[in-house]
């Protein structure tokens, strides 16, 4: 089955430090990797995709995501991390099962950047 | 959030009561989504549209219908409203042009009494 795990529901971080939200899937075939960001009360945004090519993504406000694929992975990371990132973060996996080009959205993970 | 609107954006209702959710976008896109967001589940597919009358099922179909008679509406009824419907409702769509690169509405919140 094709799925997407976020396995922290919360990632707390000081203003000024890098920052990771994790990020796996399972998937057949090629994966196609999104992150998008929600803040509160808006609807999701897109942040960065992997389709192929480079393993390191490079994305709106100075996220990077770093895909891995022995590990199944596709994680989100930002340098030095502000106030303002805090927000809700969604990783998605294309479904390739079908057509019409649906994702499949993990549970999401609240980053909480302190000052 | 530019270019899809939802209506309303916020809607309390008793349980029974029928809802319908309007989508409408001015991006001209062919694909259409519904999904619902609950704490601890993300985001998952109600139904989607694939063109003008062409819709499918997604994940979690049970009690909801739409309809799409226009490139631009996309409506999500609630054909008798239950509380396990509360829920935040988003629309988004996408052109195909850049494969699965969806972009989302602002959402409607609904309470079901």
Redesign the interface.
Known sequence: AQSVA?PEDQVNVAEGNPLTVKCTYSVSGNP?L?W?VQYP??????LL?YITGDNLVKGSYGFEAEFNKSQTSFHLKKPSALVSDSALY?CAV?DALG?????I????TRLLVRP | ?AG?TQSPRHKVTETGTPVTLRCHQTENHR?M?W?RQDP??????IH?S?GVKDT?K?EVSDGYSVSRSKTEDFLLTLESATSSQTSVY?C?I?D?QV?????????TRLTVT
């Open positions: 976020q196609y999104f998008y009360n808006r609807g999701l945004q897109f995709k969604f294309r057509s019409s080009y649906k994702l959205f993990g549970s999401g | 959030d899809i694909y989504y999904y601890g589940h993300g985001l998952r597919l989607y694939y499918d997604g988003f988004a996408s195909g494969p699965y690169e969806q972009y989302f509405g602002p959402g």
